[in-house]
């Protein structure tokens, strides 16, 4: 099994010039994304504050790293390279949730955005980080957001950069897009708080018509190619009265789900089993979950006790882990390497690179030679 290292961890400070008070956002960290370069040498982090998008470049070639009390990483500060206000148009509301999407281009990727009410703006960036605009589309929901505002959530398909899904908590709602055409819409039964496209599926299982869904306590399975129960394949109940916040899916298919009651759980969305129950493995709520891109058999865990760590799933055991100095208002991971970000409520700015550990890369080489 590879075994994973940080590389290194990264502070840096967002200038005040360019957000001075950040907007509170939602108790789920979903207001950042981030791009690593082709050199590896800087990333771009994306940021949302109010009803504006942000854009950091932050260095991270060098490889140093220290650790502090109970096996902490230290980060080391370093400055931000370059920020700017994203010159596209602005939301109406407070912005609740960004990601990021290779295209099909060469050099381009997208850029989606969702505010309170549900408006999508998605943009065409280039990968250098310049600021072009090459296509920008904006879709208003279905009901023109009428009523009150609240968390919003978005995910692209991983296998189709152009189809989205929004989800609406208090609209208990999810609507599915492709660019800037309505394809369905789904009724959740309670408050949808995290959403995530199954990755890996045959085609016979759905691939990437399938969609996961936390909704109250309860994990919901959808497959929009059907109209039976309204789209809605499966439903796992977990602990009554516990909030789920947090959704991925891991290359191999494999579910995770983490939420108020501090645990983490995996499915097999073959048999609907659980897999493994890592219990108590945060002080606080869980908020923000993802699977390792180098070995799936690890998983990166954020929670509201600014802390963040990684850990094998299978064998309920923490690798390294890493604090904030604040609240996080955003948290994210880059979708193709080991590259977390995240944004705390203090102006700080967290990038850790994390890889396979070199004796493991060398032994895996032996292997294929």
């Not at 509201?304 to 064998?315: A, K, L, P, T």
């Amino acid at each position: 099994m590879v075994v994973l290292e940080a590389k290194s961890l990264r502070k840096a400070e967002v200038p005040l010039s360019l957000i001075e008070n950040p907007s509170p956002g939602n108790i789920q960290s979903t207001r950042l994304a981030l791009h690593v370069n082709e050199d590896g040498c800087s990333c771009f982090v994306y940021i949302a504050s109010g009803c504006h998008l942000y854009k950091l470049q932050v260095m991270m070639d060098d490889w140093f790293v220290s650790e502090g009390k109970d096996s902490l990483l230290i980060p080391e500060q370093t400055p931000v390279m370059d920020s700017s206000m994203l010159n596209r148009c602005p939301h109406r509301s407070e912005v609740q949730s960004i990601a990021l999407a290779e295209t099909d281009s060469s050099g381009y990727m997208a850029l989606g955005s969702v505010d309170s009410y549900g408006h999508l703006i998605v943009s065409k960036l280039d990968t250098s980080g310049k600021d072009v605009d090459r296509l920008t589309y904006s879709v208003l929901p279905q009901d023109c957001g009428v009523g009150e505002g609240s968390w919003s959530g978005l995910c692209f398909s991983p296998s189709q950069w152009s189809m989205a899904a929004v989800a609406r908590s208090f609209s208990k709602s999810i609507d599915v897009y492709d660019q800037d055409i309505h394809l369905r819409s789904l009724r959740t039964l309670w408050y949808p708080s995290s959403l995530n496209f199954i990755q890996n599926l045959s085609p016979v299982n759905g691939g990437p018509n399938m969609l996961a869904v936390t909704e109250g306590c309860q994990l919901t399975i959808w497959d929009l190619r059907i109209k039976e129960n309204g789209g809605c394949l499966h439903r796992i109940c977990g602990s009554v009265g516990d909030i789920l916040y947090a959704v991925c899916s891991s290359s191999t298919g494999n579910i995770a789900v983490a939420g108020a009651d501090r645990t983490v759980t995996i499915y097999d969305p073959r048999r609907w089993s659980a897999l493994s129950r890592w219990v108590h493995c945060s002080k606080y709520e869980i908020t923000g979950l993802s699977f390792s891109s180098v070995d799936s058999n690890y998983i990166y865990v954020q929670g509201v006790d600014y802390e963040v760590f990684c850990g094998q799933w299978r064998e309920s055991s923490k690798v390294f882990a890493f604090r904030g100095d604040s609240n996080w208002l955003g948290f994210s991971k880059c979708s193709n390497r080991d590259v977390l970000g995240g944004w705390s409520d203090s102006g700080s700015i967290f990038v850790a690179d994390v890889v396979a550990k070199e004796n493991e890369i060398s032994a895996l080489k032996g292997l294929v030679n």
